[in-house]
């Protein structure tokens, strides 16, 4: 049974009653509980009477990370590719009916930015790309991916989903994690954001990871986009996800992520709140129930929070981002162009020598990599640059 139809089996009523409804005794007995946490257990952990817990279940999962993690904090930078997209996605910075300015990075400009990126010491990539067949294909992906890979021995992406045999050459190219967020896991809010473009299928979307670890690729990320429905029930969605995908992907590596909306191009404001310290919470929550999974913190975080969030479970963050093509060098100025309802339109003469492409959201920690990198050794712990290398499974 794929992941679609067990989703479609959900008790989602039973389980939200219980995140809002599980009295703050459930949380001390699950935090304090040896055994794995159920779905309904994960579901209290999310419930407003856990927040008086809070301090006993940040405790708990500081020390659980701790015990199969260690003290380090793996750093990543994402690379835009390319902000060309057929989708209407109501959120997006790159929906296709946005006036902005697009760009798809060639093989030498794409070279620049990472050897940008190298300087600064990364050494673990997430290319990152909107959908568009005629500039974003899988022979695109995999010359991008093999140009990275001869740079910095981790590359993983961030693509529009695709059939598992359209994966395998970049899988065989050097990509070793895929990441595709399902944004909202409840189909009615699904169908009113994404109104245009093959995005519109929830099911195909839905089944994406199950895809890429046929194809190959070891490292399998999700996540939901907190913002566009009920937190609490995107999170015991993300959780079942999970769960599905460490049972019957038990090979591949999974991590989860947990963006926040963030301003943009078309001006969407969220249409539900995930405040900070419930994000506090959610980390804890996921930690607990999943001691093995690494959790994943992006810049559209402020820095006094990630700070914060740390020490209590992430294991993955990016630092010194940029969310527009050539937005590490400048490369790719003298292509750019722009969209009118997804036709494209010259700027001519007057783009002007400093313009770049548009980012697909605004950053909230600007610090630079080395200013994180810092950080995070002040707060006790090691920041890690590389942690894989394919000569491991060569």
Not at 175 to 201: C, I, N, S
Not at 345 to 351: A, I, N, Q, Y
Not at 386 to 392: G, Q, S
């Amino acid at each position: 049974m794929s992941f679609v139809a067990a989703f479609d089996r959900l008790p989602f009523a039973s389980l939200l009653d219980r995140a809002h409804t599980a009295p703050a005794a459930e949380s001390r007995r699950i935090a304090a509980s040896p055994d794995p946490l159920s779905l309904a257990d994960f579901a209290a952990l999310l419930s407003p009477a856990a927040d008086t817990e809070l301090e006993g279940l940040c405790r708990r999962s500081q020390e659980i990370t701790r015990q199969r993690f260690g003290r380090v904090i793996r750093l990543f930078a994402p690379l835009y590719l390319s902000n060309e997209c057929i989708n209407n996605c109501a959120y997006c910075g790159f929906s296709r009916d946005n006036p902005i300015l697009r760009v798809t990075l060639g093989p030498d400009e794409l070279a620049r930015e990472t050897r940008a990126l190298a300087a600064q010491g990364f050494r673990n990539i997430l290319l990152v790309a909107g959908e568009h067949p005629k500039f974003v294909s899988n022979g695109y992906l995999a010359e991008c991916t093999r140009a990275v890979q001869g740079v910095v021995p981790s590359v993983s992406l961030e693509v529009g989903p695709m059939e598992a045999a359209d994966y395998r050459p970049i899988v065989a190219a050097g990509a070793e994690g895929l990441v595709v967020y399902q944004e909202t896991y409840d189909r009615e809010v699904y169908a009113r954001m994404h109104t245009t473009g093959p995005k519109r299928d929830f099911d195909w979307r839905l089944a994406c990871p199950e895809r890429a670890y046929e194809a190959g690729f070891r490292r399998l990320g999700i996540g939901a986009l907190y913002g566009l429905a009920d937190w609490r029930r995107e999170a015991i969605a993300v959780a079942a996800h999970a769960d599905y995908l460490l049972r019957h992907c038990w090979k591949a590596m999974v991590t989860i992520s947990l963006p926040r909306l963030r301003p943009c191009a078309g001006e969407f404001q969220p249409l539900t709140l995930l405040a900070d310290r419930e994000m506090v919470r959610l980390v804890a929550a996921f930690r607990l129930a999943f001691p093995d999974v690494g959790l994943v913190l992006s810049t559209r975080e402020p820095a006094r929070l990630r700070d914060g969030l740390f020490p209590l479970g992430i294991t993955h963050a990016s630092a010194g981002s940029h969310t527009e093509p050539g937005g590490y060098t400048g490369a790719g100025r003298d292509q750019l162009h722009t969209t009118v309802r997804g036709r494209m339109v010259g700027l001519g003469e007057d783009r002007g020598p400093t313009a770049l492409a548009t980012g697909q959201f605004e950053i909230a920690d600007n610090r630079s990599p080395a200013a994180v990198a810092e950080r995070i050794r002040c707060l006790g712990y090691e920041p890690v640059w590389k942690d894989w290398d394919a000569a491991l499974t060569a």
